[in-house]
C-alpha cells in the first residue's frame, strides 16, 4: 500500500479517498490541514500508488516564479521535451498530449506559495483529457490559505475545486504513534505512560506533536541559550567606540605639525651697584653717571646675534679706542658670548652685530655678570690687582676635605674668569680650584655644619657677589683640585 511509510488508520482511509479521486475524480483536489498534520507524508504516498499515471510530483518553495513551476512539471511529465516555460500550462500540454499513453496527475506540495497565475492554469487543466481520461490535480496548502482563495474564485471555477480536510488524529492513535516510534527508536524512557496520555490530551492532534514529545522524552529539555544582556551589548559599544576614537585622536595628533613658537630671549640686565674694581676697568667713556646706570644686553639664542641698547651715554658720537675694545671682548669671553668690532656708538639706535657696514649704529657689549678677565690686567689704563684676590690665591688647597660643607662659588669653561670671581671672597679665605670636565670650579671654606656655611654665603653677598652654592665635601671626590693661576 503505503510502501515502508507509517500511516495510521485514518491516514491510510484518506489515502484511499485521494486514490480514488485522482483516478475517477474531474476535480481539483486541494488538501487543507494544519502544520505537522502529514499532508507531505500523504501526498508522498499517494505518488507511489498511482503507478499507471505519468506523474509530476513538485514541492513548491517561496517566492518560486511560474517559469520555474511550469518547468518543473513539464520536465516530469514529457520525455525530452521543447517548450518555454513563460508558456501556460494549457498550451504547452495541448502540443503534446496526442502523444502521450497514460493518464496525467500532477502532484504538487505547499501550493500556498504558487501564483495566482498558476493557480487559474491549474483549474483549467483539469478541463483537458488525456488518454481517455481527465488530467487530475492533487494539492496542500494551509487551512487560513483555503479560506483566502475560495472567495475569490468565479462560481464556475469554484466548482473545478475540491477541498479536503485532514482531521486531527484521535488520542489512541496519537498514542499508537507514540508507542510505535519509540519501539523503532529501541530507547527507554523512564516517564509513566499516564503522564505520556495526559500530555496528548493536551495537543491538537498532529504527528509532529507527538514527535516532540517523544524527542522530549528521550533528550530532554533543550538547553536554553541566555539571551544576551543589552547592558553588555552597549557597554561594549561604547568601549569600542571609544577606543576607536582615542585611535583617530592619536593618529591625527602625531601627523599635525607643531605651531611654531617664538624663540625665547635672554635678556640680562645688570641694574645693580657695580663692583668698584670693575668701574675702575673701565674706559672714562663707558663709565655711567651712576653706578646703578641701566645698560640691557639682549641675547637671542637662536639668531645668534647681540642686541645692545646703552641708556646711560650722552655723547652721540664718541670712538672707542682700542683698549676698551679688547677690554670688553674679555668681559664677553668671560659671559659666553661673541662680540665683533665695535664701531661709533649712537645713543638714538639699536642694531645687531654682524653686520658689515662700517658706519653701522653703536654696537657694544656689557657682560651680564660684571667679572675682569687674567689678561685685562695688561690693558693700557688698567689698575693692579684687588688684594683679596692675591690673599686668596696663597691660600690655595690641593687636597679636597671628606668631612664637612663648602660653597661653591663659580663655574667657569676659561681660566682667565678665574681671579674676577675671587674678587668678591673674604681676605684670607681657604680657596679650592677644581676641575670638572670642561669647568673651572671655585670652592670656598671648610665648615662643618651647615649653619656655618650659611653665615660664610651671606658674608660673599654683602660683599657684592652672587648666592654661593652649599655643597657637601663627600659628594665632590672626584673633583680634580688644580692651582690658582698666580697674579
Same mark, same amino acid.
Given at each position: ?84 516555460? &513563460? ?219 647681540? &642686541? ?41 639706535? %639699536? %642694531? ?37 684676590? %692675591? ?14 660643607? %663648602? ?19 673674604? &681676605? ?60
Amino acid at each position: 500500500m503505503a510502501g515502508e511509510q507509517l500511516l495510521l488508520p485514518s491516514q491510510e482511509a484518506l489515502l484511499y479517498r485521494l486514490q480514488h479521486l485522482a483516478c475517477y475524480g474531474e476535480q481539483l483536489v486541494l488538501l487543507t490541514g494544519a502544520a505537522g498534520a502529514g499532508k507531505t507524508t500523504l501526498i508522498t504516498a499517494l505518488a507511489n500508488e498511482l503507478e499507471d499515471y505519468n506523474l509530476a510530483l513538485v514541492a513548491c518553495p517561496q517566492h518560486a516564479s511560474a517559469a520555474e513551476i511550469r518547468r518543473k512539471i513539464i520536465m516530469q511529465l514529457l520525455p525530452d521535451p521543447l517548450f518555454d516555460d &513563460e508558456t501556460p500550462l494549457v498550451d504547452t500540454l495541448l502540443r503534446f498530449v496526442p502523444q502521450l499513453q497514460k493518464p496525467l496527475h500532477i502532484l504538487l506540495d505547499d501550493a500556498d506559495n504558487l501564483p495566482l497565475t498558476l493557480w487559474a492554469e491549474c483549474l483549467l487543466l483539469t478541463q483537458l483529457q488525456c488518454a481517455g481520461m481527465a488530467v487530475t490535480l492533487t494539492l496542500t496548502a494551509s487551512p487560513e490559505f483555503t479560506k483566502q482563495l475560495l472567495p475569490q474564485l468565479p462560481q464556475q471555477q469554484r466548482q473545478w475545486l475540491l477541498p479536503v480536510n485532514l482531521e486531527p488524529l484521535s488520542l489512541a492513535e496519537r498514542e499508537g504513534l507514540y508507542q510505535t516510534l519509540l519501539a523503532r527508536s529501541q530507547q527507554q524512557t523512564f516517564t509513566p505512560r499516564s503522564i505520556v496520555i495526559k500530555q496528548l490530551e493536551q495537543q491538537r492532534g498532529t504527528p509532529a506533536e507527538v514527535l516532540q514529545l517523544l524527542q522530549l522524552a528521550l533528550q530532554g529539555e533543550p538547553k536554553a541559550v541566555p539571551p544576551k544582556s543589552w547592558h553588555r551589548i552597549v557597554l561594549v559599544a561604547l568601549i569600542v567606540v571609544s577606543m576607536l576614537a582615542a585611535a583617530i585622536w592619536y593618529t591625527d595628533k602625531i601627523t599635525t605639525p607643531l605651531p611654531k613658537q617664538q624663540v625665547a630671549s635672554l635678556v640680562v640686565s645688570n641694574q645693580i651697584s657695580l663692583s668698584p674694581n670693575l668701574l675702575d676697568w673701565l674706559s672714562p667713556a663707558w663709565r655711567p653717571s651712576s653706578k646703578t646706570a641701566a645698560v640691557a644686553v639682549t641675547i637671542p639664542w637662536r639668531e645668534r646675534h647681540i &642686541e645692545v641698547t646703552a641708556k646711560a651715554i650722552k655723547t652721540a658720537e664718541t670712538v672707542v679706542a682700542a683698549e676698551d675694545s679688547e677690554l670688553l671682548r674679555d668681559a664677553a669671553a668671560t659671559a659666553d658670548v661673541t662680540t665683533s668690532d665695535l664701531p661709533v656708538v649712537n645713543n638714538a639706535q %639699536t %642694531t645687531e652685530l654682524g653686520e658689515s657696514s662700517a658706519s653701522a649704529p653703536v654696537k657694544t657689549v656689557a657682560a651680564p655678570r660684571p667679572t675682569v678677565t687674567a689678561d685685562a690686567e695688561n690693558t693700557a689704563g688698567s689698575k693692579p690687582r684687588n688684594t683679596a684676590v %692675591t690673599k686668596a690665591a696663597t691660600n690655595a688647597k690641593t687636597t679636597l676635605p671628606k668631612d664637612g660643607y %663648602t660653597l661653591q662659588i663659580a663655574s667657569v669653561k676659561q681660566l682667565q674668569s678665574v681671579p674676577g670671581q675671587l674678587s668678591v671672597l673674604p &681676605e684670607d679665605s681657604q680657596v679650592w680650584l677644581c676641575r670638572n670636565g670642561p669647568w673651572w670650579v671655585i670652592f670656598n671654606g671648610h665648615f662643618s655644619s651647615r649653619q656655618q656655611a650659611l653665615k660664610a654665603a651671606k658674608i660673599i653677598q654683602q660683599r657684592g657677589g652672587a648666592e654661593p652654592w652649599i655643597r657637601p665635601w663627600k659628594t665632590l671626590q672626584n673633583y680634580q683640585p688644580q692651582p690658582l693661576p698666580q697674579p
